[in-house]
């Protein structure tokens, strides 16, 4: 007969990696489980949020963003995903979530917008937003992108563009 085992005995490492394949949302919710997960949504290696998921919270979905951001502890922020539309995020918001990412010597970037980029012009991306020299991966999904040079990223290696506008 197979032993039973449940998921707080796996290795702490296996057990962050699960975590990041899921929303943040649902990641923290997991914190009600025992004294040892309460912060364990903390150290997740990839955060992902999606504001359809907020659609009617207490807490909005920029407020979870910005908490999310300054609660994570560990140096190194593997990927940070963004999917939003234009009614749940402020531009202002967006551009210092990014630099707040970048702190946290970010390598995976993710912005996905749920809006048609001609429905709202407030959400140009300038590429000079990407300074950071520990980005290895952006993709950027219906936005509209401004100029196509990125400043201070050593480690660029890939760069993947979903319904992408430019403007010259």
Not at 5 to 22: A, F, H, P, R, T
Not at 110 to 124: G, H
């Amino acid at each position: 007969m197979a032993e039973e085992m449940n998921i707080g005995q796996l290795d702490e490492n296996l057990i962050l990696k699960i975590l990041s394949l899921v929303p943040i949302k649902s990641v923290v919710s997991t914190s009600v489980l025992s004294k040892e997960w309460q912060s364990r949504w903390k150290s997740v290696p990839k955060l992902k949020f999606n504001s359809e998921d907020y659609q009617s919270e207490h807490q909005t979905f920029s407020e979870t963003v910005y908490k999310s951001l300054l609660s994570y502890e560990p140096e190194v922020l593997d990927s940070f995903h963004l999917s939003f539309g234009s009614d749940k995020a402020d531009a202002v918001d967006v551009v210092h979530w990014i630099k707040t990412a970048f702190a946290l010597h970010l390598r995976t970037l993710v912005l996905e917008f749920l809006i048609y980029p001609y429905e709202v012009d407030e959400f140009i991306f300038t590429s000079s937003l990407c300074t950071c020299d520990t980005l290895e991966t952006l993709k950027l999904g219906s936005l509209i992108l401004l100029t196509i040079y990125f400043i201070g990223v050593r480690n660029f290696i890939v760069l993947l563009f979903n319904y992408l506008f430019l403007m010259v």
